[in-house]
């Protein structure tokens, strides 16, 4: 599986040396990509770096609009052609809503190229209209106390949510697993995210809740939904063992996707999966989720 970390890395090195609104069942009549499936309960956004993944950029974003999806989340905005992309987003009539900015800042030695990264994807985001950038604390740096580390990623977080919100931007940090995808991480659980985002107190850092990650970490993912609603910025899923879509594993999401409606929730949720084998028939289940979801 494509990782964050090597697209991130790679071109923050390159850089600074130089929803689906509407889906549903198809209608005869529809005039344009999105108008020819009905509205879902949910909005939802697609992730371009994992679904229609081997193809060019400005592709995937045809094919968001074929599938009647109108959002989408991507991760570096590095490599990719901005100002194409936002053509296409008009041309088509697509909403991006998030992107990566950085990742790995448990030591006090990141904080200045942290912020660097969120200098230079302000304004990419506000051509784009993007209103969040996602970060990820990272790995544990050895030699540094947990309390160290916690402190690093909180400071980082206080200087990048001044630059964020006089941009209209919030900052979603987003806790992984370390069981499956990531080990050594030091954010893993929503109560660790949601400290750090108390100790920031600041209205443009929240969490990015991600309920495959937290599955895999804690399970209680209606619980905990609940419980930290006034934190959580955004959410996204993926169903668990495979990362695939809804109903290919053991999370029941249309309880998932009522519990997040019911907080008062009104974004869109990032699917950051992959399909388990025809695409389009991933993106049906979506649907079929959403539609028992609101039943």
């Given at each position: 599986?494509?990782d964050?970390?090597?697209?991130?890395?790679?071109?923050?090195?390159?850089?600074?040396?130089?929803?689906?609104?509407?889906?549903?069942?198809?209608?005869?009549?529809?005039?344009?990509?999105?108008?020819?499936?009905e509205?879902?309960?949910?909005?939802?956004?697609?992730?371009?770096?994992?679904?229609?993944?081997?193809?060019p950029?400005?592709?995937?974003?045809?094919?968001?609009?074929?599938?009647?999806?109108?959002?989408?989340?991507?991760?570096?905005?590095?490599?990719?052609?901005?100002?194409a992309?936002?053509?296409?987003?008009?041309?088509?009539?697509?909403?991006?809503?998030?992107?990566?900015?950085?990742?790995?800042?448990?030591?006090?030695?990141k904080?200045?190229?942290?912020?660097?990264?969120?200098?230079?994807?302000?304004?990419?985001?506000?051509?784009?209209?993007?209103?969040?950038?996602?970060?990820?604390?990272?790995?544990?740096?050895?030699?540094?106390?947990?309390?160290?580390?916690?402190?690093?990623?909180?400071?980082?977080?206080?200087?990048?949510?001044?630059?964020?919100?006089?941009?209209?931007?919030?900052?979603?940090?987003?806790?992984?697993?370390?069981?499956?995808?990531?080990?050594?991480?030091?954010?893993v659980?929503?109560?660790?995210?949601?400290?750090?985002?108390?100790?920031?107190g600041?209205?443009?850092?929240?969490?990015?809740?991600?309920?495959?990650?937290?599955?895999?970490?804690?399970?209680?993912?209606?619980?905990?939904?609940?419980?930290?609603?006034?934190?959580?910025?955004?959410?996204?899923?993926?169903?668990?063992?495979?990362?695939?879509?809804?109903?290919?594993?053991?999370?029941?999401?249309?309880?998932?996707m009522?519990?997040?409606?019911?907080?008062?929730?009104?974004?869109?949720?990032?699917?950051?999966?992959?399909?388990?084998?025809?695409?389009?028939?991933?993106?049906?289940?979506?649907?079929?989720?959403?539609?028992?979801?609101?039943?």
């Open positions: 599986m494509t964050r970390r090597h697209f991130l890395a790679a071109s923050t090195l390159t850089a600074l040396s130089s929803g689906m609104v509407g889906a549903g069942l198809r209608t005869a009549h529809a005039q344009s990509p999105s108008a020819a499936y509205k879902t309960w949910m909005t939802y956004a697609v992730n371009i770096e994992m679904i229609w993944s081997k193809l950029v400005l592709e995937r974003l045809d094919k968001v609009a074929e599938a009647g999806f109108t959002h989408y989340e991507f991760w570096p905005w590095r490599g990719k052609d901005i100002d992309m936002l053509k296409k987003n008009q041309e088509l009539g697509l909403t991006p809503l998030q992107f990566s900015v950085f990742w790995g800042i448990t030591s006090p030695t904080r200045e190229i942290f912020l660097e990264n969120v200098r230079l994807a302000i304004p990419v985001a506000q051509k784009l209209g993007v209103k969040m950038l996602c970060v990820v604390a990272g790995e544990v740096t050895e030699g540094l106390s947990i309390e160290e580390q916690d402190n690093a990623v909180i400071d980082s977080l206080k200087a990048g949510a001044e630059l964020a919100a006089a941009a209209g931007i919030t900052l979603i940090l987003e806790p992984l697993n370390v069981l499956v995808d990531h080990p050594k991480q030091l954010v659980t929503s109560e660790h995210a949601a400290r750090i985002i108390k100790a920031v600041s209205p443009n850092v929240r969490i990015l809740f991600d309920c495959y990650h937290q599955q895999i970490s804690e399970g209680n993912l209606t619980g905990n939904i609940r419980k930290y609603k006034d934190l959580i910025g955004y959410y996204q899923i993926a169903d668990h063992p495979g990362r695939h879509e809804p109903s290919t594993g053991e999370v029941n999401y249309s309880n998932v009522r519990a997040i409606h019911d907080t008062g929730y009104t974004g869109a949720i990032g699917l950051e999966m992959t399909a388990k084998g025809d695409t389009l028939a991933a993106l049906n289940a979506v649907r079929g989720m959403d539609a028992a979801a609101r039943r």
